[in-house]
Each structure stands twice: as structure tokens, then as C-alpha cells.
Nanobody, 125 residues
């Protein structure tokens, strides 16, 4: 069992930036961020290969704006979100898995057994 503790989030105007953090208390192979708005399915945003310490995967909607990174010493991943848009408004969840995933599964929520409590990101126009 891996416990995940998230921080960050909040409200910002369009074009602004926010940073999310997620700390894990155990071994992870991949850690990442997913988001969900009411009445919609949870979707993958960005995932990082924490076992290798390199290798990031992004949803097309955030490429060039969001950056996921790792602080290996702290077993923490960060999601730097720049040029935020109103459509980025959602509850953001950190997730982790302790085994290797096929490329096609890395942004799929159902591949991740460990989840944080979620943090709200609101972007106003």
C-alpha cells in the first residue's frame, strides 16, 4: 500500500500558473496526475516514470503548458501548470502504481491502484 499526499491547487485567472505536489510514502514505478470534472470520466493529465527517474507522458491537451517532474530524494512529483485555461478547471488527483505499465496504459486511470484525496484547480476567464 502506498499513501499519497497532495498539495497545491487553488484558484487562478486564465494565463496564470499553479504547481501541484504529490509525496509518496513507498516505492512507485509511475506517478502522475489525473483530473475529473463532475459528470465526466477521470482523465490522465501527466505521468512520470519514478522508477527510472526520467520519462514523462502528457495528454495532448496539456502538452507545452504542463510539466511533470520528480524530486527523487523526497519521493515527490510536481506538476507545473502554466498558461492555465478555464477548461483546465477540475479536481486533480495524484495516482501511483508500483509496477511497469505498457505505453498505452500509462495515462489510463484504471491502471493506478493508489490515489490521493484530490485538490481543486479553478481557472477563471
Amino acid at each position: 500500500q502506498v499513501q499519497l499526499v497532495e498539495s497545491g491547487g487553488g484558484s487562478v485567472q486564465a494565463g496564470g500558473s499553479l504547481r501541484l505536489s504529490c509525496a509518496a510514502d513507498g516505492y512507485t514505478y509511475f506517478m502522475g496526475w489525473f483530473r475529473q470534472v463532475p459528470q465526466q470520466e477521470r482523465e490522465g493529465v501527466a505521468v512520470f516514470n519514478t522508477d527510472l527517474g526520467a520519462g514523462a507522458y502528457y495528454a495532448d491537451s496539456v502538452k507545452g503548458r504542463f510539466t511533470i517532474s520528480q524530486d527523487n530524494a523526497k519521493n515527490t512529483v510536481y506538476l507545473q501548470m502554466n498558461d492555465l485555461k478555464p477548461e483546465d478547471t477540475a479536481m486533480y488527483y495524484c495516482a501511483a502504481v508500483s509496477s511497469w505499465l505498457l505505453d498505452v496504459r500509462r495515462l489510463r486511470p484504471d491502471a493506478y491502484p493508489y490515489w490521493g484525496q484530490g485538490t481543486q484547480v479553478t481557472v477563471s476567464s
